[in-house]
């Protein structure tokens, strides 16, 4: 029986032939099947009992990422994908998936960079306060579907200053103080850190 082998993109040697059981074999590059001629055993190392990781500096997520990453793309995407349903307009759903995907570049960068929580609160809530004031052109743009969606699909809760932009600004801007705000108190912990 001969052996056929190929190269693959990553220039490691994988098994071509069919196993006896149908089942094509995959890389050998680990040693964990060879080669083998008719009438020869497999040989097959030994499972290790540690787990493998691609990335041997890899380490798991921190405490709060996950709750963080919801509390800021949670009502980025709610907002934005409800206020698409309504306007039946994709603007605001990929208002939704640009905002949220910022968010969570920034907040990563934040806890890479091992910023305190006051730190990386004011960056994303400085970037929530941006993405509401893009909102606001958003629903200026289309503010007469938004508020006909808004009527028709919604009417018990319905308020008409909801579907205007000076809602959305309002919200920026008390985002924006919450940023300064949070801005001021990391900046007075790292100074009574810092002082001896």
């Not at 074999?25 to 099947?33: N, P």
């Not at 009438?39 to 921190?62: L, M, Y």
């Not at 938004?146 to 319905?158: E, F, H, N, Q, S």
Request: charged letters at 15%; hydrophobic letters at 60%; proline letters at 6%.
């Amino acid at each position: 029986m001969t052996v056929h082998v190929a190269t693959a993109a990553v220039g490691c040697a994988l098994r071509t032939d069919a196993e006896p059981d149908g089942v094509q074999s995959t890389s050998y590059a680990l040693a964990a099947v060879q080669p083998r001629i008719s009438g020869e055993s497999r040989v097959v190392s030994e499972p290790s009992s540690a787990p493998h990781v691609a990335d041997p500096k890899w380490t798991p997520a921190p405490r709060g990422w996950y709750v963080s990453m919801l509390a800021g793309m949670l009502p980025l995407f709610a907002l934005g994908m409800v206020a698409s349903a309504l306007a039946d307009r994709l603007a605001f759903a990929g208002w939704a998936i640009v905002a949220g995907f910022g968010h969570a570049l920034l907040l990563r960068a934040a806890w890479a960079r091992g910023w305190s929580a006051a730190a990386r609160a004011a960056l994303v809530l400085g970037w929530a306060a941006l993405a509401l004031l893009s909102f606001a052109t958003l629903v200026a743009r289309h503010r007469e579907v938004l508020d006909l969606g808004y009527r028709a699909l919604l009417w018990p809760v319905y308020a008409p200053v909801l579907t205007k932009p000076v809602a959305a600004r309002v919200a920026a801007a008390m985002l924006a103080l919450a940023a300064i705000a949070s801005l001021v108190i990391a900046r007075m912990r790292r100074r009574i850190g810092a002082t001896p």
